[in-house]
């Protein structure tokens, strides 16, 4: 059974940096595709829904909403089974829970509990 387990999330200042990890602690599994969502504070507006950020693919190729791209690179350790999100240049509008989702190659999604992430002066 796949299990994501995230890291890396905390309080930082507006400008900092912080790296997510997601590693898959459960059964081997036919993982292609590796996803970091955001979910907005609760306070936001309805609009405001799970934003996709990026996205890697095993083979390699990414894929970044536009507001991170230039600031979060994400990649993929297979020896590991670990995604990683490195964000840098963090923004107040970043603030959120940051949630790992991984689907494999019957298309079933799998969630991790997801990593607090606080940009804050």
């Known amino acids: 059974q796949v299990q994501l387990v995230e890291s890396g999330g905390g309080l930082v200042q507006p400008g900092g940096s912080l790296r997510l990890s997601c590693t898959n602690a459960?059964?081997?599994?036919?993982?292609?595709?590796w996803r970091w969502f955001r979910q907005p504070p609760e306070n936001q507006p309805p609009e405001n829904q799970r934003e996709l950020v990026a996205a890697v693919w095993t083979g390699g190729t990414t894929n970044y909403a536009d507001s991170a791209k230039g600031r979060f690179t994400i990649s993929y350790d297979s020896a590991k089974n670990t995604v990683y999100l490195q964000m840098n240049n963090l923004k107040p509008g970043d603030t959120g829970v940051y949630l790992c989702n991984a689907i494999n190659t019957e298309g079933r999604h799998h969630w991790g509990q997801g990593t607090q992430v606080t940009v804050s002066s």
């Open positions: 459960g059964s081997a599994a036919s993982l292609y595709v």
